[in-house]
């Protein structure tokens, strides 16, 4: 179990550019997770996905911010013509939920900076 | 309105004593309540959890306790150590919170361990 890995780490990007992020959760995890933490916050729910379905998407900040995890493996966090108000830590988490509620475990984050 | 609230943004406490940090919620819908520790550049790290038909869960050092009347809940570490030092997250789950599965999270408490 190698836990929840994100990439890149770090991105660095000019206002207006498109980034994308990538997670890769935990190998036997169905559910998945997107949050955004801005500093002396706490993470921000944005979305999340079981399997490839993607539930609730309504916390997405604005029409700019996508998700997608297309075969139920991998996800990606896409944000368009970014903003400075953009900058902040995407965190993403994965779960196993067979019966009831099991834990989110958390991946180390993308840290976005928008010039 | 902040639906999850953690009031001390810092405490500090000696080593080997109890640690007792605290967190507030104004949804009476939430039904299940975690905690998370994070260290700098790292995402949070699941600690413990409880459900809202429980008062009391304990894991090792550390023990969650729920008082669904007061919407009150704390984390007492004991004793408490070095490794302790970061900031610690409350969390809660429900409807009328961050979705169906997302979470709410508070704004965290620094704890510091001092030898």
């Known amino acids: 179990d190698t836990g929840v890995s994100q990439d890149p780490r770090h991105k660095i990007t000019k206002r207006g550019q498109n980034v994308t992020f990538r997670c890769d959760p935990i190998?036997?995890?169905?559910?998945l997770y997107w949050y955004r933490q801005t500093l002396g916050q706490g993470p921000e729910f944005l979305t999340y996905?079981?399997?490839?379905?993607?539930?609730?998407k309504s916390r997405l900040l604005s029409d700019r911010f996508s998700a997608e995890r297309p075969k139920g493996s991998f996800s990606t966090l896409e944000i368009q013509r970014t903003e400075q108000g953009d900058s902040a830590m995407y965190l993403c988490?994965?779960?196993?939920?067979?019966?009831?509620?099991?834990?989110?475990?958390f991946g180390p984050g993308t840290r976005l900076t928008v010039l | 309105d902040q639906q999850v609230k953690q009031n001390s943004p810092s405490l500090s406490v000696q080593e080997g004593r109890i640690s007792i940090l605290n967190c507030d919620y104004t949804?009476?819908?939430?039904?299940?309540f975690l905690w998370y520790k994070k260290y700098p550049a790292e995402g949070p790290t699941f600690l413990i959890s409880i459900s809202s038909i429980k008062d009391k869960n304990e894991d090792g050092r550390f023990t969650v306790f729920l008082n669904k009347s007061a919407k009150h809940l704390s984390l007492h570490i004991v004793p408490s150590q070095p490794g302790d030092s970061a900031v610690y997250f409350c969390?809660?789950?429900?409807?009328?919170?961050?979705?169906?599965?997302?979470?709410?999270f508070g704004k965290g408490t620094h704890l510091i361990i001092q030898p």
């Open positions: 949804n009476s819908m939430f039904d299940y």
């Open positions: 190998s036997e995890h169905n559910r």
């Open positions: 996905f079981q399997n490839e379905a993607q539930l609730e």
């Open positions: 969390a809660a789950r429900g409807v009328g919170g961050g979705g169906a599965d997302g979470l709410t």
């Open positions: 988490a994965s779960s196993l939920v067979l019966l009831g509620y099991n834990e989110q475990f």
